[in-house]
């Protein structure tokens, strides 16, 4: 990569975290770069990270997106892609988000992990996935875009951080190897009434398929998953706008609910 590109991916993320900042959206970086590489994309999300990691941010996961054909249908985006999770974009069940502070705020239900141990490598297993699982939860992933509306390619929403604005994480349970999460039903409600269902076989057949994804992604870039991570698996659903006065309500029949409040 040329010093040109160095320049470019740093003014990029500059100029990304003052729209997250001041809530005023850029253009997509595609319609200029149509030929934007997913690794410089990914390049583009790193500067972002270690800019928030520098003025005291804390790494505490990551998220795959993308992952159900749902999502891929939605948006127009046909491979996964992945972000970082910040601490302080992580709110605990039944907290308040004030929509002002986002600009375009969807909202999805997706089921999550927190590790028992490191995962990492070019060839993780789904088993081995499996047995560095601690825990296991229900978790709203607020998504929202930087940029001008939600026509973006997927090499955009990676250099925006994979759209992640918010994550609400329900409560813990022990995870157990002969969990069947693919089979898992989420209901999500807004204000009381249903509005979406999914089962975790959306998500890559198994959500435990999205640690395997995860962990293959990361080694590409010399890192991986660790121990104490949150892992949000992906949408088991279509995205849904997220309006102020709202509450989003998520339930599945072995996991805790996990709910929003929106004013």
Known sequence: MDELDDRWIAATASALLAAEYERVPIEALTVRRPDLLLDTAYRVQAAAVDRRIAGGARVVGHKAGVT??????????????????????????GDVLVRSVLMRPR???????????????PNVGLDEARAAVKEVFLALEVIDTR????????????ADNASCARVVTGPVVPFSTDMDLAAEPLVVSVNGTAVATGEGRAILDD??????????????????LRAGQLVLAGAVHASLPLEARSTVYARSPHLPPVELHVR
């Open 68 to 93: 159900s054909k749902a999502m891929q249908e939605q948006m127009g985006v046909y491979e996964p892609d992945s972000g970082v999770l910040l601490d302080d974009m992580v709110l605990s069940t």
């Open 147 to 158: 940029f001008t509306g939600w026509r973006i390619t997927v090499a955009d929403s990676i």
């Open 107 to 121: 909202v999805e239900a997706e089921i999550a992990f927190r590790l028992g141990c490191d995962l990492s490598g």
């Open 207 to 224: 959500p435990l398929r999205a640690l395997v994804w995860l962990a293959g992604r990361l080694h590409r870039f010399g890192t991986g």
